[in-house]
């Protein structure tokens, strides 16, 4: 077989198109894509035979000439039971392979693969790309538009099974517009969806494939294309490591006004953009396609009838539309507001033009807003599952930028956090809709509403802003959360309440997770910022409703349980006036012969003879079998130590307790061996990533220093960080493990008072050289 290069370049010399087909990245665009195809195009056709009742036909990529540098070749070969064809078949296929080049392929009767095609649906949506290549050019018209045609008669009915899975692929991908490392092809509103809106504008369910649709999807092939270019392979996920590469290949630059950290932002934002122009059309295809399919179960549809859902609000054909009398009359400001409110409720989409003509018409709100904006907000926000498409869909059409002008700042703002699954605009619209679950729990579950929705309003802002470039999100947000509240029309105690909820919005997961909880100065602290019983419900629903919407790595049994205590002693103490004491030791630990081992289902509880170094051998030996420490608790009562632990798998499976009780003995009992181990695992566990940095805190407890480390998360971090604690002389009574993604904040209570400067200087040089 003839070269990939030589095929169309008999001199060898590499024509540059040629190349970039073996393999070598090409250009960008849609000339590059075309070029790519009519270098395949020829050389498929070099040493294709031309006889007839044989056929190489292209579907997928190649079909419509939309080549990426990196992408597979789809291709049928098609026969009329000509002999021969296996042969022909193995002298096509391997040479491809050969070239290095990725091949889905089939070799079919016209009659086989409309078979095929009528009961595989993905089938059917391929060969409406198909392009004839080579051969026959008879017998690949008569699959190319017998295909068709048979798709067009039967695409109603064929569209409720693709739409089931195209429910389970996204459902595996997510949202393209939303996500950080989103794949290009396969989530919602990628490249795989403009194929689908091809096949509906092909069946004529409607006009699917606008020019806005036209220009998104240009720009997301674009986006593959450097994607692939940039990784030197075929990679459709759009990783964090390759963004700012695609976007320098794009010519995208970041923007300080919209809050972009680098360009690889600026591409986030603008593949955010195109996934929702292709969302929001897949939508309208969709609702479309189930009229025209109720339609035709009914046979004539009639009148539609028309059925008020909501003051100026209509359902008219299984959308809402906007009554006569709204439309004859000057609009009310709060008309938008109050039809995606309507929608949320019912969970009804808002039809076309409704939208397009709330956008040209309705007037903007005063500030501050009527009481009937106001409602409608909070209606909206609390609407549970219907706020999100509600949401969208008014985002969609500018009407969410009329309401808060803040938004052209926070829409499709990337969160560079291992955590964070979606970007922000979303988060904030997810954390809402969290907080809809909660609003039974607390007094005022407007303002719970409004302050989910605005607790990170303060990320994004640009340095300049901010008091100082370094400002905390929740302190930079709190005044831009009072002005919003403001504006809506919230009297002035309110208002403050709001940024109140967005300054502290972090403070019971934080002090949960890296302070001690019986510490009485801990509640205290924590009972002076809350201030009263309403404001900490709040919290502790605006806790958990965030940490739901930002993945399922921000929460867990163990962090809401502690969240919970914290939230008790607080309640306690704001109720009494009185700190609560902290519990009281578990008696089975206090008497009894030592060593005493305790395994729970998440705690490990161990007394042992005094001496230094105990909590240090303890979490060693926890690592020693794969568990994770998240708080240790040391103190001596009547001669013995305790040492307590909340634990959970390193990697998921519980160890062998008779194992982990022996080692547990073993090692506070002093043996030797075991302590080896330790030493050899710890060694190997060490971590990567930016460099430690130790924090102290002087006032947090009330008999201790606290030092707080930052640092990589590696396995054996805290055995490795207390051994360098015992040997540096200081003696720790509580540890808290906090892990954030890939880095852990870890607080050690040291006993004793405030260090000198040269001994913190020195405790800080062991833990750091460790770490």
């Given amino acids: 077989m003839t070269s990939l290069t030589t095929a169309t370049d008999p001199t060898g010399a590499g024509d540059p198109v040629v190349n970039e087909v073996a393999g070598v990245p090409g250009g960008i665009g849609a000339g590059a894509r075309a070029r790519r195809a009519d270098a395949l195009d020829a050389w498929l056709r070099a040493f294709f035979p031309d006889r007839p009742g044989i056929a190489l036909v292209a579907v997928g990529g190649l079909g419509r000439r939309q080549c990426a540098p ?98 389970a692929r996204w459902g595996s991908h997510g949202e393209l517009a939303f996500l950080l490392e989103g794949d290009l092809k396969e989530a919602a509103g990628g490249l795989r969806d403009v194929g689908i809106l091809r096949a509906i504008a092909t069946a004529g369910v409607t006009d699917a494939l606008r020019p806005a649709v036209h220009a998104a999807h240009r720009r997301l092939l674009d986006t593959r294309d450097a994607l692939h270019q940039q990784a030197g392979r075929r990679v459709d996920r759009l990783v964090a490591q390759e963004r700012d590469g695609v976007a320098a290949l794009l010519g995208l630059r970041a923007s300080a006004a919209s809050g972009d950290l680098g360009d690889g932002d600026a591409l986030l934002r603008r ?83 409704t939208c397009e003509w709330l956008a040209a018409y309705c007037p903007p709100l005063p500030a501050p807003w009527p009481p009937a904006a106001r409602a409608a907000l909070i209606t909206l926000l609390g609407a549970g599952a219907g706020l999100v498409p509600a949401w969208e869909t008014c985002d969609r059409y500018g009407l969410i930028d009329g309401w808060l002008p803040e938004w052209t700042r926070l829409r499709s703002l990337p969160q560079h956090n291992p955590v964070h699954r979606f970007t922000l605009d979303r988060h904030l619209v997810q954390t809402a ?21 605005l607790h990170d309003i303060g990320k994004g802002v640009p340095a300049g802003e901010a008091d100082g470039a370094a400002a905390d999100h929740s302190t930079v947000g709190a005044p831009l959360a009072e002005a919003v509240a403001t504006r809506i029309g919230l009297p002035a105690g309110e208002a403050a309440l709001i940024a109140k909820l967005v300054r502290l919005h972090l403070l019971l997961p934080d002090v949960a997770t890296r302070r001690d909880l019986s510490d009485p100065k801990t509640v205290a602290g924590v009972a002076e910022r809350v201030g009263d019983s309403t404001t900490l419900d709040l919290l502790h629903a605006l806790t958990r409703a965030d940490a739901a919407a930002t993945g399922p790595a921000a929460w867990s049994d163990w962090k809401g349980r502690l969240v919970a205590e914290l939230v008790a002693r607080v309640r306690t103490a704001l109720d009494t006036g009185e700190v609560p004491a902290p519990p009281d030791p578990d008696p089975a630990l206090v008497a009894g012969p030592l060593p005493v081992v305790h395994l729970g289902e998440d705690r490990v509880s161990v007394a042992a003879a005094d001496r230094r170094g105990l909590l240090a051998t303890v979490a060693g030996c926890l690592a020693l079998h794969r568990l994770e420490v998240i708080s ?50 710890a060694l190997a566990g060490r971590g990567q990533g930016a460099a430690p940095r130790v924090v102290w805190h002087r006032e947090a407890a009330t008999d201790a220093v606290l030092l707080e480390l930052r640092a990589a998360d590696a396995a054996g971090l805290l055995y490795r960080v207390t051994c360098a604690l015992d040997e540096a002389g200081a003696q720790v009574r509580a540890a808290r493990i906090s892990t954030l993604g890939g880095d852990v904040v870890d607080a050690f209570y040291l006993v004793g008072g405030w260090p000198a400067d040269a001994d913190r200087a020195r405790i800080e040089a062991a833990v750091l050289a460790v770490v």
């Fill in 632 to 681: 240790a608790d040391a103190a001596t009562v009547g001669g013995r130590a305790l040492v307590q632990c909340r634990v959970q798998p390193r990697y998921g499976l519980a160890p062998d307790p008779i194992a982990l009780s022996a080692d547990l003995r073993r090692a506070v009992g002093g043996d030797v061996s075991v302590i080896q181990r330790l030493r050899g695992r």
């Fill in 433 to 453: 809709y969290e907080a809809s679950r909660h609003t039974r729990e607390v007094d005022r579950p407007d303002l719970l509403l409004l302050g989910a929705f």
């Fill in 70 to 167: 990196y992408g597979d070749l789809d291709l049928v070969l098609l026969h009329a039971g000509v002999p021969g064809t296996d042969e022909l078949a193995a002298s096509l296929w391997y040479p491809i392979w050969d070239a290095g080049l990725r091949l889905d392929h089939s070799v079919r009767t016209v009659a086989e693969a409309l078979s095929v095609a009528q009961d595989d649906v993905k089938v059917a949506l391929g060969l409406l790309d198909a392009r004839h290549l080579a051969g026959d050019p008879a017998l690949a018209d008569q699959l190319i538009h017998t295909a068709a045609d048979h798709w067009r008669r039967t695409a109603v009915r064929q569209l409720p099974r693709l739409r089931e899975i195209t429910a």
């Fill in 271 to 353: 593949v955010a953009g195109d996934a929702r122009t292709v969302s929001h059309a897949l939508d309208d295809a969709w609702r479309a396609a189930d009229r025209l399919r109720s339609g035709r179960h009914r046979g004539a549809p009639g009148r539609a009838v028309r059925r008020p859902v909501a003051r100026d609000v209509v359902e008219h054909d299984g959308e809402l539309v906007l009554a006569r009398t709204a439309i004859g009359a000057r609009p009310d400001p709060s008309l938008s507001l109050r039809v995606a409110a309507a929608a949320a409720s019912t969970r009804l989409p808002i039809a076309r033009a």
